[in-house]
T-cell receptor
Framework: GAVVSQHPSRVICKSGTSVKIECRSLDFQATTMFWYRQFPKKSLMLMATSNEGSKATYEQGVEKDKFLINHASLTLSTLTVTSAHPEDSSFYIC???????????FGPGTRLTVL | QKEVEQNSGPLSVPEGAIASLNCTYSDRGSQSFFWYRQYSGKSPELIMFIYSNGDKEDGRFTAQLNKASQYVSLLIRDSQPSDSATYLCAVAGANNLFFGTGTRLTVIP
């Protein structure tokens, strides 16, 4: 149980385009999902906390207008990187929290390359 | 802001040995602690969680928690080359997890 999927697993896009990444909890309902970014050989960085039916909470330094998060259902959260630039190239990972417990289960990640 | 500290390593152990990974945290009120394993190029995978002082065993893995000293550790017995990965310690906050920077473990065949 507690399986989280992400789509796509890998995306290459041109600079200036927008990319949408989906995160789904497959066998449980996730009131809260999280979006992380990880650069090569660096640690996880929390970008935002996504709560179903409400606005996401962004960490300091993360532009909410550039990284649009929508959590429209208990099993789906999306992250849209708008007007992507090469410096946005990174590994984007979502996680979902099971119920009210603290445990987070991670999706497999999406590797974004912006040319 | 909770601080979670880990030795970045790399930690190298021979195959079959015990690998010991340590983590300290700053918030004495923390209640929930997690160990994740992350292979290169992959996302983190939950190994264990621990809430109470003492040891918790799951197969070859043992998590140890000492709230008075504010440290949590992970022991891996009979280490295998497939255990080579980065191990992330995480401490629960009010709404999310605070992660350490991870310890890179290499098990030498």
């Amino acid at each position: 149980g507690a399986v989280v999927s992400q789509h796509p697993s890998r995306v290459i896009c041109k600079s200036g385009t927008s990319v949408k990444i989906e995160c789904r909890s497959l066998d449980f309902q996730a009131t809260t999902m999280f979006w992380y970014r990880q650069f090569p050989k660096k640690s996880l960085m929390l970008m935002a906390t996504s709560n179903e039916g409400s606005k996401a909470t962004y960490e300091q330094g993360v532009e909410k207008d550039k990284f649009l998060i929508n959590h429209a259902s208990l099993t789906l959260s999306t992250l849209t990187v708008t007007s992507a630039h090469p410096e946005d190239s990174s590994f984007y990972i979502c996680s979902a929290r099971l119920g009210s417990a603290d445990t987070q289960y991670f999706g497999p990640g999406t590797r974004l390359t912006v040319l | 802001q909770k601080e979670v500290e880990q030795n970045s390593g790399p930690l190298s152990v021979p195959e079959g040995a015990i690998a010991s990974l340590n983590c300290t945290y700053s918030d004495r009120g923390s209640q929930s602690f997690f160990w994740y394993r992350q292979y290169s190029g992959k996302s983190p995978e939950l190994i264990m969680f621990i809430y109470s002082n003492g040891d918790k065993e799951d197969g070859r893995f043992t998590a140890q928690l000492n709230k008075a000293s504010q440290y949590v550790s992970l022991l891996i017995r009979d280490s295998q080359p497939s255990d080579s990965a980065t191990y992330l310690c995480a401490v629960a906050g009010a709404n999310n997890l605070f992660f350490g920077t991870g310890t890179r473990l290499t098990v030498i065949p």
